[in-house]
């Protein structure tokens, strides 16, 4: 009877070879804001947020984006060591209710994305899980 009562949660994200080709393209998305996680040069994550969106965040960072950022980040997400063990992967980020709110490449996974008013976000940061954990733990050494 308990279970009854428990809800779960939509997931925050849909992975997209669409997306994929997206971030490996360098293809600018008109109407939409760009964050990223890491190393402005070596970024760990990407999100592009559409416009019509707030974002609310102290972890991301904005970036005014241009195409030579998008072209260096390509050029670092194809040359990066850890592609076999932990690719990078583009994914439809959704609020949840459902609505697309951007993408995002990570070779983190996407988890939470919550909605503290009406067209504002907060997108929490990816994590690292399974393969790229130890990917991780095995980097920072």
């Known amino acids: 009877m308990l ?3 428990i809800t779960i949660p939509s ?10 080709r997206l971030f490996e393209t360098s ?5 939409h804001t760009y964050y ?5 040069v070596e970024p760990d994550a990407i999100i592009a947020i559409d416009n019509q969106f707030t974002m609310t965040s102290k ?15 390509a050029f670092w997400h194809d040359t990066y060591l850890g592609w076999w063990s932990c690719p990078y992967r583009g994914v439809l980020l959704l609020a949840p209710d459902g609505r697309q709110v951007g993408v995002g490449y990570s070779r983190w996974t996407f988890s939470v994305i919550k909605m503290p008013g009406p067209n504002e976000i907060v997108v929490y ?16 050494r």
């Open 27 to 31: 293809t600018l998305l008109k109407k």
């Open 11 to 20: 997931p925050a994200y849909k992975y997209s070879r669409e997306v994929d």
């Open 3 to 5: 279970a009854a009562c």
């Open 59 to 73: 972890v991301w960072s904005k970036v005014d984006i241009n195409q030579k950022i998008l072209d260096d980040w």
């Open 125 to 140: 940061p990816p994590q690292a899980l399974g393969s790229c954990r130890r990917h991780d733990v095995l980097h920072d």
């Open 36 to 40: 990223y996680i890491g190393s402005p």
